[in-house]
């Protein structure tokens, strides 16, 4: 099997220091991979390289180290630019992640345009980041928000989107690929149906960004959300990616130092993009990381680890079919390399427990998405998902613990 392997997944992970340690007396197999991934060496080493060398404030200080960490901070943002092909450099707002940027935007973008009567779509998959933001800004404005169905396998009822569509539709913020399930929705069909009928839409791409290509122009979404953490990157970043002119009609999210062009007692005057949205001293060490993150993922190509990802998705999936009372639920294309499982007589977290024993961590639970679980009438599943640097071998090690573990909770 590992012949047909797109990279030489052995060199792969002696770049994960990390997959050498030992969790209850065996080695790690890590397929808690969509709620955090594991970082590279060139991610680690650059954290010690900017603290050990170039610590400074940026777009502030006259001096050598000012500088250096500014055009650092600046590259990164290029490079993030690259990375999901934004048209200009200042569509790129540095976050502390996802949830910061969903926020950012339900916030600013709601306070000002947001009425009475609007309404705001979101689906069923969607992750509480995506949730929680909408309901605080649309409960002060005197809007409401419309949940887009979907059936027991997670897929989306576009019929029922396109009913729910009216003038009255003021946003649709989508998640992009569920963390939940792994499923990926037509957010290009999603965006040109809402855009139609003249509403603005924000993409949750916290889950999608580190497996597919991502193109916001092509995509044609109004705004883009996605965390560090989850693309080997350092955790507290991340990014909002808007259009240029949206963002410029949108007032500041925060005030202080940064985001000013003047300040008297009387009246500011504000920043010009990005730095508008990036009051205070930013997490320069994890901004100016986040580039090697992606540098990572440039160098061993995402198409290939997406071919990696698929061949682990299948093995895995065939696998766990054969599990007498298992169901998999989001067995559907397209998905990430995401398997949600529930399995008859068997409570998640007993599971989880055992797997720890045995140095496998997945995520069980309701995975921040209450609503869903709720839909799909479950209490929680358990999560496996995999990254570049999970193997054939790790799934069947997997697959051998869960026989085990159900035998004894059976
Ligand atoms: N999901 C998971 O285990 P933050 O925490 O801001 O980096 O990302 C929030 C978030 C938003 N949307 C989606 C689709 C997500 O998956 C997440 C984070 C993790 O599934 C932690 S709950």
Redesign the pocket.
Known sequence: MSSTLPYDIQSIRSEFPILERKVKGKTLVYF?N???SQKPKQVIDAIAHYYSYYNANIHRGLHTLADEATADFEASRAVVQSFIQAKHHEEIIFT???????NLVANSWGNAFLNEGDEIIISSL?????IVPWQMIAEKKGASIKVIPIDGNGKLDMNAFEKMLSKKTKFVSI??????LGVINPVEEIIALAHQQGALVMV????SSVHLDIDVQKMDCDFF?F?G??IYGP?GI?ILYGKKHLLESMPPYQGGGEMIKEVTFEKTTYNELPFKFEAGTPNIADAIVLKSAIEFINRVGKSNIRKHEDLLLEHATSKLKDIPGLHIIGDIQPKVSVISFTIDGVHPQDLAILLDNQGIAV?TGH???QPLMQCLGIVGTT?A?FAAYNTIEEVDIFIEALNKAIKMLK
């Open positions: 808690d969509a709620a955090t502390k992640g996802t949830t910061e940027s969903i969607e992750h509480h980041a995506n998640v992009h690929a569920s963390n939940a949750d791409g916290a889950q959300a965390s953490h989850k955790t991340g995520r995975h921040c998405a999560r998902s």
